[in-house]
């Protein structure tokens, strides 16, 4: 597998992989292609951002990406998207990509990484075999328009 950080030119593969990845559960969510490209557009070109790809056998299987945020004097980094092909799971490619993300936060002083995700989920648990832990100050809260 190889893993190479996202260029523009890789947000359409990207874009339909997120539809792919994001129609089944946990998430099943409906996206059209152009709601998908926008936003990882947006998240692409956000002040400090970062993200890479992997790829087995020139086929994409999963990216992660989002951008750093300034708090309280420290360097933060909202991981706002990780997709990995359905396909793909539980065998170390979401591992493979995270390692590298935070190595580059690493090298870059980043002082901590933040993210939301569904809730009691298998993707809950995979952030927590890698010591992610739930906040204990924040809840998330919603309204809609």
């Known amino acids: 597998m190889k893993i190479e950080e996202i260029a523009a030119k890789d947000l359409r593969l990207i874009s339909q992989l997120f539809i792919d990845v994001f129609c089944h559960s946990p998430w ?9 490209y926008e936003r990882l557009s947006w998240i692409y070109n956000a002040p400090g951002f970062a993200g890479y790809i992997a790829r087995d056998k020139k086929i994409l299987v999963g990216a ?41 936060l690493r090298q870059d002083n980043c002082d901590f990484v933040f993210l939301l995700t569904a809730k009691d989920s298998n993707a809950e648990s995979f952030y927590a075999k890698h010591h992610y832990q739930r906040d204990r100050k924040i809840v998330l809260l919603n309204k809609e328009l």
Request: charged share 20%.
């Open 64 to 104: 992660i990406l989002g951008h750093f945020v300034p708090f309280q004097g420290k360097k933060g980094f909202q991981l706002v998207e990780f997709l990995v092909r359905g396909d793909c799971q539980n065998q170390g490619v979401g591992s493979q990509l995270l390692k590298r993300l935070e190595s580059h």
């Open 28 to 36: 099943n969510e409906y996206w059209e292609f152009d709601w998908a």
